[in-house]
Every structure is written in structure tokens, then in C-alpha cells.
């Protein structure tokens, strides 16, 4: 035998593999660390934009607090980061005005950014609930009827060409005119924003199935309801959940315009004109995180659903 010493040591794989493990233990780390870096970008760059957008208006009123005499440059710079109704709020302005709107006032308070959020949420999941309907419902008739399929879908996309500004007030219009108001105008326009993503979602999931497992349901001698059910739904629910977490951020911005119209007193399309009229720049960008934090929150536990449905439909 030859006496040649071997290629590695008994202990040298497990050393090697020591950090592959190592990775994988940590491997939400490595998913987190990009999150973290891009959202530390933005606000590095949103804090060197409000520099450039406050300084002008900062720097008259110090000029005039000095008596004529103009501030040192790092003093202009954090006064742009404090102003009292800046151009463009910096980031723990917003923060500080969220938390004062939210945990120093009572929740039903109509100083409460949660009592807007609530308003605007109704509307939301209301809107969001009857576009699925309609969205499903659509997506069935097309499946089946090649008439609805050619006559219907072309109106069913052109419908979202128009633009939900112009919509909007005529829509509110027109229901107030029969004495339909409140939460259904709103919710109607969230409707009109949230069907459509459902629509086209849903009947690319019901075509979805192999023709060989069309052929295996005719086999067994499966009419259309049960195709439907049995094969058609299963395979729709990833493309369905895909379309429904577009739908509701859709079904909130309908909400939030239809809000806007109709000169509401509650609601996150009302704290924006409130911000508006008065000039409280603060007041509307927390409006505006509030928002986009709630359709996180939402599309979230759309994702969450979709989780349930897909596991008690026997998927892995």
C-alpha cells in the first residue's frame, strides 16, 4: 500500500461544513440585511431632501429671529429638520406626529389617526369583499360562455382606462341623488378599483389546468360544477390570492378617493384635505404612512389567508 498521506483529515469536512451550517442558521439575516439597507437609503436620502426643500422658508424666518443676520449653515441644516410646517417633513417628524395621533388621544377621538384608519378600513374591506365577489362571479361566466368572454372582457378592461378622479365624483353624485350615502358610495368605488385585478387573476387560474387532467375529470364522467370545484378552484387559489393582494391595496385607494369628494369628516382621505386647507404638511405625510401601513397589514393577512386555503386544500 502506498504510504501516501490522505487528501484531508477526518475532522477537515466537518470544518468545512461548519459554515454552510452556519449560513443556513442564520440565513433570515441574510434576507433581513438588504430590507435594512434600502430602507436606511431612503431615509438617508429623504432627510437630504428636506435640506434643500425647507431652506429657503427656514432661513427667512431665522434671519428675521437674528435680527438680519443669517444662521451658520448647521443650524439651517437641523432647522430644516424641525420645521413647524415644513415643505417636506423629515422622517421622525412624521413618526412623532403617528405617535402623538395614535397613542396620546383616545382611539375614538377625532384627533385619533386610528379613528380615521377604522373609517377608512369599513369602507375598504367592504369595497374589497364585493370586487372579489364580482371578480369571481365574472371570471365563472367567462370560463363558460365564449360570448361573455368575447363581448364582456374587452369592457371589463376598458373600464379601468378611465380615470378614478373623474369617477369618483360622479359616482357620488349619483347615489346621493337617490339618498344612498355614507359607507356604500365609498365602497362602491373600492369595488370598482378591486374587481378588476380579481377578474383577470381568477380566469387565468381557472384555464390554468393541464388539458390531460381536463381529460381525466370527462373520464370519470365529471360535469362542468364538479370540474369546477374539484380540479378549477384548486388550481385558481395561487393566482387568485395573487390578484386579491393587489385588489385590496386597490379597494383602500378607492376608499381613500372616495373620501375626498365628499368633503368626509372621518377618514384618512379627510386628514389629508384637513392637512391640506391648513397646510400641515406633517398631518398629510402621516396620513399617507398610515395608509401604506394599513394596505401592508392587509395584503399581509391576505397572505395569511391564502396560507389557510391552500393547506386545507391538501397542498404542500
Given amino acids: 500500500m502506498s504510504a501516501t498521506a490522505p487528501v484531508s483529515e477526518p475532522g477537515a469536512a466537518i470544518d468545512a461544513s461548519a459554515p454552510l451550517r ?15 439597507a434600502v430602507v436606511a437609503a431612503i431615509l438617508a436620502v429623504w432627510y437630504l431632501a428636506a435640506v434643500p426643500m425647507n431652506w429657503p422658508t427656514v432661513g427667512a424666518r431665522l434671519t ?33 406626529e403617528i405617535w402623538r395621533t395614535t397613542v396620546d388621544v ?8 386610528l379613528f380615521h384608519a377604522q373609517v377608512t ?33 374587452p369592457w371589463v378592461i376598458a373600464s379601468q382606462t378611465i380615470p378614478i378622479l373623474a369617477v369618483a365624483p360622479m359616482i357620488i353624485v349619483v347615489l346621493n341623488s337617490v339618498g344612498v350615502t355614507g359607507l356604500v358610495p365609498k365602497a362602491i368605488i373600492s369595488t370598482y ?17 393541464d388539458r390531460m387532467h381536463l381529460d381525466l375529470m370527462r373520464t370519470y364522467g365529471a360535469n362542468r360544477l364538479q370540474t369546477l370545484l374539484k380540479l378549477r378552484t384548486p388550481a385558481s387559489l395561487p393566482f387568485l390570492f395573487a390578484s386579491m393582494k393587489i385588489a385590496v391595496a386597490a379597494a383602500l385607494v378607492g376608499a381613500i378617493v372616495g373620501e ?11 386628514r389629508l384635505l384637513a ?18 401601513l394599513l394596505a401592508g397589514i392587509l395584503v399581509a393577512l391576505v397572505g395569511v389567508a391564502e396560507k389557510i386555503a391552500v393547506r386545507r386544500m391538501g397542498a404542500r
Avoid: C
Avoid at 378599483?193 to 389546468?209: H, I
Avoid at 392637512?275 to 401604506?292: K, P
Fill in 22 to 36: 452556519t449560513s443556513r442558521r442564520w440565513g433570515g439575516t441574510g434576507r433581513t440585511g438588504p430590507v435594512l
Fill in 64 to 96: 428675521t429671529a437674528n435680527g438680519g443676520t443669517p444662521p451658520d449653515p448647521w443650524t439651517h441644516v437641523l432647522a430644516t429638520w424641525a420645521a413647524e410646517r415644513p415643505v417636506l417633513p423629515a422622517p421622525h417628524q412624521i413618526a412623532a
Fill in 106 to 113: 383616545r382611539p375614538t377621538s377625532p384627533r385619533s389617526l
Fill in 121 to 153: 378600513l369599513s369602507s375598504t374591506l367592504l369595497g374589497f369583499a364585493m370586487g372579489s365577489v364580482l371578480g369571481i362571479l365574472i371570471a365563472v361566466g367567462i370560463l363558460h360562455s365564449r360570448t361573455l368572454d368575447r363581448s364582456l372582457m
Fill in 193 to 209: 378599483l378591486s374587481f378588476f385585478p380579481v377578474t383577470v387573476g381568477m380566469v387565468k387560474g381557472l384555464r390554468s389546468p
Fill in 260 to 270: 375626498l369628494p365628499t368633503g368626509a369628516q372621518a377618514g384618512l382621505g379627510a
Fill in 275 to 292: 392637512g391640506s386647507y391648513y397646510g400641515q404638511t406633517i398631518q398629510i405625510w402621516s396620513a399617507l404612512v398610515a395608509a401604506s
